[in-house]
């Protein structure tokens, strides 16, 4: 054997020996210095079943002669390796002759039986392990066919560019027809137990009557991840029992790549009926809290409303009776009439907002999602504080750039955040006795699609002590104060997916203030991983 020939055969992982006529060995790969433990120095010019203690299952006269009649043989054979491991072989052996007919050779190829059989074992170990799990876990699995919908996307492709969100958007027909053509290879006993159905009528059925309409978007954002190759899909949805009932669902969608071949996909699905009953019960006591801390917050501003409401007011009189001296004259002064009527309709008008803005505080509902201009909502919660700021002595200072982006949510609720950490600046300040009061209410857009509001003040600060527990229910520093005020603040803010923290200004003083995602944040159709979503 020469040097090319050796180096060739190292690239085989089995143990390649060959042996002369003799039963020398002349060539040992790399695979045999594996399987047997002898390095190749140490091997050849010996005999081969000296070396390996060869145990053949057939006298070894036997089996030269079929080798030397058949030119081949293959079986099984006992060896023991450096290490006086047992090994089990399995041999081929092939006889190489001369131009003459002389045996030049033998080339055996073997391969250890008790790895194979190990691999094997362990295989079936883990296939028996995913068996398992596949049908004792809580989760219900699906194995679906997939084949249907992938031909449905292959001709809608073929047939031309085409933008699949928009196309799944304007054709529900298409979704539905993908949907029905997805059928079910198998699923695990819970599923049965979940959706109420005998895996008689589920096996080779369509998903069709699982999947409720009000769900094809779902189904939709699903076959977007699937195009866009990604790995999964998780997004909670609502699915049907088979006798029609709803049932609430974290769906998991992974595309196996071993599948890709059976065009199927597995589906898991946890019901979670029980935990979004909770969560919704949660977001109510949440709803009701704020609400009740509105009311509370607006009795406290009461003096700062009756004067607010009262200053349009006590103009409207004013300029009413100045009217009427104007037209009691002699010569009724119309023209001068008429502007003070004008100015009378606007501080009615004024007065008319105050109390709708009021109103609307004091109203109890479901948090709303609605596109809001932060500097607006943060001029109109100032609205609110203009007596109290004035009672108190403190200046007002607004920093609202034009420009930032929108933030979703409920208006009422996020003014409601600003007020409370304004008012809670004022208080501080008050109790302080800081001779410098000034309340600065600043807006700015953060990077990342994230918009900042700060109520900045020239008070006490917060103690140090103090600041890990500041949002925390029931920490409070003032006698009649409750402590609820900064944990509904940040209830509000964290149910708009942000963040709220305090900290103290250098010079004395202290900033409250929170960050809010822009753009459409969180609510009821949030889908973890969904393409359609962002
Ligand atoms: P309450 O106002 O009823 O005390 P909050 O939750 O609104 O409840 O506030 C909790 C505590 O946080 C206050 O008692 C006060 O000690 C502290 N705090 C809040 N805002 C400020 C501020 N701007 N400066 C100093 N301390 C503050």
């Given at each position: 054997?020469?040097?090319?020939?050796?180096?060739?055969?190292?690239?085989?992982?089995d143990?390649?020996?060959?042996?002369?006529?003799?039963g020398?060995v002349?060539?040992?790969?790399?695979?045999?210095?594996?399987?047997?433990?002898?390095?190749?120095?140490?091997?050849?010019?010996r005999?081969?079943?000296?070396?390996?203690?060869?145990?053949?299952?057939?006298?070894?006269?036997?089996?030269?002669?079929?080798?030397?009649?058949?030119?081949?043989?293959?079986?099984?054979?006992a060896?023991?390796?450096?290490?006086?491991?047992?090994l089990?072989?399995?041999?081929r052996?092939?006889?190489?002759?001369?131009?003459?007919?002389?045996?030049?050779?033998?080339v055996?190829?073997?391969?250890?039986?008790?790895?194979?059989?190990?691999?094997?074992?362990?295989?079936?170990?883990?296939?028996h392990?995913?068996?398992?799990?596949?049908?004792?876990?809580?989760?219900?699995?699906?194995?679906l066919?997939?084949s249907?919908?992938?031909?449905?996307?292959?001709?809608?492709f073929?047939?031309?560019?085409?933008?699949?969100?928009?196309?799944?958007?304007?054709?529900?027909?298409?979704?539905?027809?993908?949907?029905?053509?997805?059928?079910?290879?198998d699923?695990?006993?819970?599923?049965?137990?979940?959706?109420?159905?005998?895996?008689?009528?589920?096996?080779?059925?369509?998903?069709?009557?699982?999947?409720?309409?009000?769900?094809?978007?779902?189904?939709?954002?699903?076959?977007m991840?699937?195009?866009?190759?990604?790995?999964?899909?998780?997004a909670?949805?609502?699915?049907?029992?088979a006798?029609?009932?709803?049932l609430?669902?974290?769906?998991?969608?992974?595309?196996?790549?071993?599948?890709k071949g059976?065009?199927?996909?597995?589906?898991?699905?946890?019901?979670?009926?029980?935990?979004?009953?909770?969560?919704?019960?949660?977001?109510?006591?949440?709803?009701?809290l704020a609400?009740?801390?509105?009311?509370?917050?607006?009795?406290?501003?009461?003096?700062?409303?009756?004067?607010?409401?009262?200053?349009?007011?006590?103009?409207?009189?004013?300029?009413?009776?100045?009217?009427?001296?104007?037209?009691?004259?002699a010569?009724p002064d119309?023209?001068?009439?008429?502007?003070?009527?004008?100015?009378m309709?606007?501080?009615?008008?004024?007065?008319?907002?105050?109390?709708?803005?009021?109103?609307?505080?004091?109203?109890?509902?479901?948090?709303?999602?609605?596109?809001?201009?932060?500097?607006?909502?943060?001029?109109?919660?100032a609205?609110f504080l203009?007596?109290?700021?004035?009672?108190?002595?403190?200046?007002?200072?607004l920093?609202?750039?034009?420009?930032?982006?929108?933030?979703?949510?409920?208006?009422?609720?996020?003014?409601?955040?600003?007020?409370?950490?304004?008012?809670?600046?004022?208080?501080?300040?008050?109790?302080a006795?800081?001779?410098?009061?000034?309340?600065?209410?600043?807006?700015?857009?953060?990077?990342?699609g994230?918009?900042?509001?700060?109520?900045?003040?020239?008070?006490?600060?917060?103690?140090?002590a103090?600041?890990?527990?500041l949002?925390?229910?029931?920490?409070?520093?003032?006698?009649?104060?409750?402590?609820?005020?900064?944990?509904?603040?940040?209830?509000?803010?964290?149910?708009?997916?942000?963040?709220i923290?305090?900290?103290?200004?250098?010079?004395g003083?202290?900033?409250?203030?929170?960050?809010?995602?822009?753009?459409?944040?969180?609510?009821?159709?949030?889908?973890?991983?969904?393409?359609?979503?962002?």
């Amino acid at each position: 054997m020469d040097r090319d020939d050796a180096s060739i055969l190292d690239m085989v992982e089995d143990g390649v020996v060959v042996r002369d006529a003799r039963g020398r060995v002349v060539g040992w790969n790399a695979g045999a210095q594996a399987l047997y433990g002898f390095a190749r120095d140490e091997a050849l010019g010996r005999s081969i079943h000296d070396l390996l203690g060869t145990r053949h299952p057939l006298t070894v006269a036997e089996i030269e002669r079929r080798l030397l009649a058949d030119g081949a043989w293959e079986g099984e054979v006992a060896r023991l390796a450096a290490d006086g491991r047992a090994l089990r072989v399995q041999v081929r052996w092939r006889v190489r002759r001369a131009a003459d007919g002389a045996v030049r050779d033998v080339v055996e190829i073997g391969r250890d039986l008790g790895g194979l059989e190990r691999e094997v074992r362990e295989a079936l170990e883990t296939e028996h392990r995913y068996r398992n799990l596949f049908h004792a876990t809580a989760a219900s699995f699906w194995d679906l066919d997939f084949s249907g919908v992938r031909r449905m996307l292959e001709d809608l492709f073929n047939a031309g560019p085409v933008d699949p969100r928009a196309y799944f958007a304007a054709n529900p027909d298409f979704l539905r027809a993908a949907i029905d053509s997805t059928r079910v290879v198998d699923v695990n006993d819970k599923t049965l137990e979940m959706f109420g159905v005998a895996r008689g009528d589920l096996v080779g059925a369509s998903i069709g009557p699982f999947w409720p309409e009000a769900s094809q978007g779902v189904f939709a954002a699903s076959l977007m991840a699937a195009i866009a190759n990604r790995p999964n899909f998780v997004a909670e949805t609502v699915l049907s029992r088979a006798d029609g009932a709803p049932l609430e669902a974290l769906l998991t969608v992974a595309w196996p790549t071993q599948n890709k071949g059976r065009g199927t996909v597995l589906v898991g699905v946890i019901d979670i009926s029980e935990q979004a009953a909770a969560r919704r019960a949660l977001e109510k006591a949440q709803a009701d809290l704020a609400h009740a801390a509105r009311v509370a917050m607006l009795g406290e501003l009461t003096a700062s409303i009756a004067h607010e409401v009262n200053q349009p007011l006590a103009a409207i009189v004013t300029n009413g009776e100045a009217g009427l001296r104007w037209l009691g004259r002699a010569e009724p002064d119309v023209g001068e009439a008429r502007v003070l009527n004008t100015r009378m309709v606007a501080d009615a008008r004024r007065a008319a907002d105050i109390i709708a803005r009021i109103r609307q505080m004091a109203q109890r509902g479901e948090p709303r999602r609605e596109p809001i201009v932060i500097p607006e909502l943060v001029a109109e919660a100032a609205q609110f504080l203009g007596h109290e700021i004035q009672g108190r002595g403190a200046s007002l200072v607004l920093d609202l750039p034009p420009g930032l982006p929108l933030v979703t949510g409920d208006r009422t609720q996020l003014q409601q955040v600003v007020v409370n950490l304004a008012m809670n600046a004022l208080q501080a300040m008050a109790a302080a006795d800081s001779v410098r009061r000034q309340v600065t209410l600043r807006a700015a857009a953060l990077g990342e699609g994230l918009v900042r509001v700060d109520v900045e003040d020239t008070g006490p600060g917060i103690p140090a002590a103090a600041l890990p527990h500041l949002f925390d229910s029931f920490f409070t520093t003032r006698a009649t104060g409750m402590g609820m005020g900064l944990s509904i603040c940040r209830s509000i803010v964290e149910a708009h997916g942000g963040s709220i923290e305090a900290r103290n200004v250098q010079d004395g003083g202290a900033i409250v203030g929170f960050t809010v995602p822009a753009g459409d944040v969180g609510g009821d159709d949030r889908l973890a991983g969904d393409p359609c979503a962002s």
